[in-house]
């Protein structure tokens, strides 16, 4: 797997995989959990046939996940990434009439506001803009 990463600031890093035909190495728990911190989850979003998950951890504990179309969630999830997701619109349970989930043009733009709800960073151009080193994942495919 091809991986190319960039400091976004002393804390928080963006890491871009590509070339992932075997199967994407960051959405495996143990990745995950390796790369968070106390008070810094580390997470992820890929897009698989017809839907857009978004991936996270916490303090290396289980996986969470939620596709934000739906709001269909799996995980234990804690008190705070809960809070953070109905703050920006993602009431727990699934899109109802009554709850649905915020109006969006792209499934991109729901991963985008989960990621950002959930680690408290709003990403902009400037923290792509580089320098980014890359290489390939020494973690074999699934």
């Not at 017809?50 to 939620?66: D, G, M």
């Not at 804690?78 to 043009?105: C, I, K, M, N, Q």
């Amino acid at each position: 797997m091809l991986l190319a990463a960039t400091p976004v600031d002393d804390s928080w890093g963006t890491i871009v995989e590509s070339e992932a035909t075997a199967g994407w190495i960051g959405t495996h728990s143990d990745v995950l959990s390796s790369l968070a911190a106390p008070g810094h989850p580390a997470c992820t979003a890929y897009s698989v046939p017809n839907k857009v998950l978004v991936q996270f951890c916490e303090n290396a504990s289980q996986l969470c996940v939620i596709e934000p179309r739906t709001k269909r969630r799996w995980g234990p999830y804690s008190r705070h990434p809960a809070e953070s997701l109905r703050l920006v619109g993602f009431p727990d349970g699934y899109a109802t009439a009554e709850e649905s989930v915020p109006e969006l043009h792209r499934e991109a733009v729901g991963a985008l506001l989960v990621m950002q709800a959930i680690t408290g960073i709003q990403l902009s151009h400037e923290h792509l803009a580089g320098p980014w080193t890359g290489g390939l994942s020494s973690k074999p495919a699934p």
